[in-house]
């Protein structure tokens, strides 16, 4: 068997839990590859709203392995509440989820490092979640990181503290709080937790499932915008949110990896500093944000709306080798009359529908095309037939635009909502 991946090709958000949690029946494991608990992907179902951050989405069927691979950074405080939260919910998580012994370990100096190096940047901070992901990151490619594998070795705790070490110096560095002292104890309680769960070499766990007939999606955090080499650097976050990162963060060659799978919001958001060329900054925007409820899962701020901007998407698709799409908040475009999308810039004068090297220094001006709006509630559709001809109209524009077909159209944020437009996913 060949591995699908599903990953947002925007910047985050678009929806990737609730599309998880709805294919998990389709697969037999479902696996995170990158990121860490700046991730926050939303379930609901029979009235319960969830929200995941280290775990992956397929967590709440009991036919499903779930693996936060060896890409995956974690937090082992916030992934014991997250385990407590499931176990309250009656998910027996021992027993759903396994994890790569060789995934890095945030520790509580990480976090303070990211709020001091946000600080030290200033008016250009990136807008960091603030959950210590960027220098986990660079603790792992400068070779000074602790896995979840150390944590059976004797001397673990010594190697703690000189890492630790090397943190509070640079912390002094930036005059910032140098003493974890106060995390320390919910720390190692939360490394208590992770030797109760079952801890693997989770590339050959997952070559032996694919090597046994079984099927595996792979689940992204964040999105094709926020990718350390192709997002709008430096606003970005430390991983590689492309398809390429389930290769590396689950240890599954190129030739293994079956549909990739693209899914996007029908307009755009991003939460955090950074370019947005769609960004409406009126009261457009504003509705945009209290229809959709875009606020992060996360930390709650404001998610900054606009348009559907196609150069991005195009860019992502190319990035990824997405083999189709699906479309998610389509019901939240309801209220608008006319509903715009930007097929190309003008970027100094010059009309271009790429995405140039450089956003952020540039005057972006999107070039639109406009829609008619559907204008009447979606949220009560189960059958793509019902949908109104607006709407196919406007997903027919995305598909003939990208090149790539749309074969989910999500209509709510309920597992129920979610129109299959092909076969496959019937
Ligand atoms: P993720 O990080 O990609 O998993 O996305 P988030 O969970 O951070 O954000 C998506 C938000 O939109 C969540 O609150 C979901 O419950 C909600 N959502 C998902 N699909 C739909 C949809 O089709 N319509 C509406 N209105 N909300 C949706
Ligand atoms: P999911 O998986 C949206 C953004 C942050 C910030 C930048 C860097 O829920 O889609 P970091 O904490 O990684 O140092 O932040 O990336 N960001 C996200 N935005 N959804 C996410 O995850 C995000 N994870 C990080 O807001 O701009
Ligand atoms: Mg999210």
């Known amino acids: 068997m060949k591995a699908d991946i599903l990953l947002g090709l925007q910047w985050g958000d678009e929806g990737k839990g609730k599309i998880v949690d709805v294919l998990t029946p389709k697969y037999d494991v479902i696996a995170r590859f990158q990121g860490g608990p ?7 179902f029979n009235g319960i709203k969830h929200v995941l951050h280290t775990i992956p989405s397929g967590i709440f069927h009991d036919t499903t392995v779930n693996v936060i691979g060896n890409g995956v950074v ?7 509440r997250e385990i407590d939260a499931l176990r309250k919910l009656g998910v027996d998580v021992k027993k759903r ?4 012994r060789r995934a ?7 976090c303070l490092l990211d709020k001091a190096s946000e600080a030290a940047k200033g008016k250009e901070k990136i807008g960091s979640t603030l959950k210590g992901i960027g220098p986990t990151y660079m603790d792992k490619t400068g070779r000074n990181g602790l896995r979840v594998g150390d944590i059976d070795l004797p001397d673990f705790r010594e190697k703690y503290n000189k890492l630790v070490a090397k943190h509070r110096d640079l912390l002094r560095f930036l005059n910032a709080d140098t003493d974890p002292a106060e995390f320390e104890a919910a720390w ?31 689940e992204g955090a964040q999105g094709s915008m926020l990718d350390i080499d192709f997002g709008t650097y430096p606003f970005v976050t430390s991983s590689n949110t492309m398809a390429a990162g389930a290769c590396t963060g689950l240890g599954i060659a190129p030739s293994r990896i079956g549909n990739v799978i693209g899914i996007f919001k ?4 991003r939460v955090g500093s950074g370019p947005f060329p769609t960004e409406l900054l009126d009261e457009t925007g504003e509705r945009m944000r209290e229809e959709g409820r875009e606020f992060g899962s996360t930390t709650g701020r404001p998610r900054r709306c606009g348009w559907l901007d196609l150069p991005a998407l195009r860019y992502a698709i190319t990035i990824n080798g997405v083999t189709e799409l699906m479309m998610m908040k389509a019901d ?3 209220i608008f009359d006319t509903i715009r999308v930007c097929t190309h810039y003008r970027v100094n004068g010059q009309l271009t529908d790429r995405l140039p090297y450089d956003i952020n220094g540039v005057t972006i001006e999107p070039v639109y095309t406009d829609l008619k709006g559907w204008n009447c509630d979606l949220t009560g559709l189960t059958q793509p037939e019902d949908m109104p001809h607006e709407l196919i109209e406007y997903i027919g524009f995305v598909e003939r635009e990208t090149g790539v077909p749309v074969h989910v159209v999500s209509v709510g944020p309920d597992r129920v909502q979610t129109l299959m437009r092909s076969a496959v996913w019937a």
Not at 74 to 80: E, S, T
Not at 97 to 100: H, T
Not at 104 to 110: E, G, R, S, V
Not at 266 to 269: E, L
């Open 97 to 100: 989820l396994l994890v790569s």
């Open 266 to 269: 029908a307009y755009c958001t």
């Open 38 to 44: 700046n991730a926050g992907h939303t379930l609901e």
């Open 332 to 334: 939240v475009l309801s």
């Open 74 to 80: 974690i937090d082992p405080v916030i992934l014991k």
């Open 188 to 218: 190692f309680e939360g490394i208590e937790t992770l030797r109760e769960l079952t801890r693997i070499d989770s590339e050959h766990f997952v070559n032996d499932m694919l090597r046994n007939g079984k099927t595996v999606l792979a």
């Open 104 to 110: 890095h370990l945030i520790l509580p100096t990480h």
